[in-house]
């Protein structure tokens, strides 16, 4: 029984994290050009200047969730499945969307905010982009927790202070690593919007 305890715990520590790279028939899109690797990074700060993590250690719950909407179709915000190369990169923050070609707006949310936190943030997504860096969100932390390892999470988002950064070098030395097969990514960074 005792066995059967830890490996649930082992399980639940170790999460389902969805990482990797697209499937075949994205990857197939991907280079038709129809769908692009949309990377973002997502850095966030606890209120006394330390680091926080932006993903829970087991992925049951994401501390930053992101939201994708448009206002063609009222605004209406959708969460997406956050989706990550490997453990190493989702430990950087990195993670990547698939999308199609377009204007998408992004809204950053915590379980304490809500899906329809502001500030939105838009990105346009040309046509046949295999790679599109949209930027480092760098999120500033109101209030959050430590969990029982010392990981601090952020629980509550700063609205003022969400600032869109440039890291060019790491996304070009991420692509390499993991996204060899595509064409070298292309900065479109992410505008806020309000």
């Known amino acids: 029984m005792k066995f059967i305890f830890y490996l649930v715990i082992i399980i639940f520590l170790c999460g389902c994290i969805s990482t990797g790279l ?89 379980l304490k905010t809500g899906p329809l936190y502001r500030p939105r943030f838009k990105v346009n997504i040309p046509m046949n982009n295999q790679i599109v860096y949209a930027g480092t969100l760098y999120i500033y932390c109101r209030g959050g927790w430590k969990d029982i390892l010392g990981e601090k999470y952020c629980g509550d988002l700063n609205a003022s202070r969400m600032d869109v ?18 064409e070298s990514p292309q900065t479109i960074l992410m505008q806020r919007i309000y």
């Open 165 to 182: 950064l440039n890291e060019e070098g790491a996304v070009v030395e991420l692509a390499n690593d993991y996204l060899s097969d595509f």
């Open 22 to 110: 697209p499937t075949p028939r994205e990857f197939a899109s991907i280079q038709g050009g129809k769908l692009s690797i949309v990377l973002l990074r997502i850095i966030c700060e606890w209120k006394d200047g330390t680091p926080a993590n932006p993903y829970h250690m087991a992925n049951l719950t994401e501390m930053i969730n992101v939201g994708i909407g448009s206002f063609l179709v009222g605004g209406k915000v959708e969460p997406v499945q956050h989706r990550y190369l490997s453990r190493v990169a989702r430990k950087q923050g990195w993670m990547y969307l698939i999308l199609e070609p377009g204007t998408h707006h992004f809204v950053f949310s915590t």
